[in-house]
């Protein structure tokens, strides 16, 4: 029992490890490749858990191998167009200048019903409004709309947007975020005082503070109760 326990620990650790050295990329599902060295780590990770037979030291090695092979592919596909294209694929283009592709529709198995559902999900009433329309190489399904159909932009009726900053969290469970103080340039000396000015507590009785687009901060305290209102701070007057 304690060997198995050992063994799925090692295991679970050293697959960490490796998914770190990847990156976040192999995370993902956007290609092929990734798919079938996602599938093929969790599986080869799973035999030695499983099987008291298989020495650990065997799992560990196909899974850098697995690893390694992704790592050579990677730098293979950004050097090379036609190794990515040869280990990914082409985007399939369904609609052409508004016209649908047969052929490509017939060599992706996507029937036209399939077809008009895929826009409809794409937020587009009709096939009519379609320009173009892509089945992407990770089987997802993107469409550029006809200019005449497509939604007005701010750009469009020559409206300047402006700056807002991005979302964040700077307190969680007691706790500072100092990347995300640093990021919209607030101190954790402003924080303070503001837990002071609005008799907030103390620091760990800080459950969430959040700092919206517009620089709000919301301040949601521990306090027992199921719901819990936010206390609102403008961020530009601390």
């Known amino acids: 029992m304690l060997t198995t326990l050992f063994r799925a620990a090692l295991l679970y650790i050293f697959v960490i490890i490796i998914i770190r050295c990847i990156g976040k990329s192999g995370l993902s599902t956007s290609d092929p490749f990734q798919i079938v060295m996602t599938l093929m780590i969790a ?10 037979d298989v020495p650990v030291v065997n799992g560990i090695a196909a899974v850098s191998m697995v690893a390694f092979l992704y790592a050579v592919s990677a730098f293979l596909s950004d050097r090379s167009e036609k190794f990515k294209v040869f280990l990914n694929g082409k985007p399939a283009i ?37 320009l173009y329309a892509y089945l992407e190489t990770n ?30 969290i700077l307190i969680s469970n007691g706790t500072f975020y100092r990347e995300n103080l640093k990021k919209t ?54």
Request: aromatic share 6%; glycine share 6%; with cysteine.
């Open 139 to 168: 089987g997802e399904f993107s469409i550029l709309l006809k200019p005449e159909k497509a939604p007005v932009t701010r750009e469009d009726m020559g409206i300047s947007k402006p700056f807002r900053n991005m979302p964040c």
């Open 94 to 130: 369904l609609i052409d200048n508004g016209n649908i592709n047969y052929d490509e529709l017939k060599k992706s198995n996507i029937t036209i019903t399939d077809l008009a559902e895929m826009i409809r999900l794409n937020n587009s009433a009709s096939l009519s409004d379609v």
């Open 43 to 52: 599986e080869l990770a799973t035999i030695p858990m499983e099987s008291g």
């Open 185 to 238: 340039n607030i101190t954790d000396k402003q924080i303070y005082k503001v837990i002071k000015q609005k008799s907030l507590g103390k620091l760990s009785d800080i459950l969430l503070c959040f700092c919206d687009e517009d620089r709000q901060l919301y301040f949601y305290i521990i306090d027992g109760a199921s719901k819990i209102p936010p206390v609102i701070v403008q961020g530009d007057s601390l």
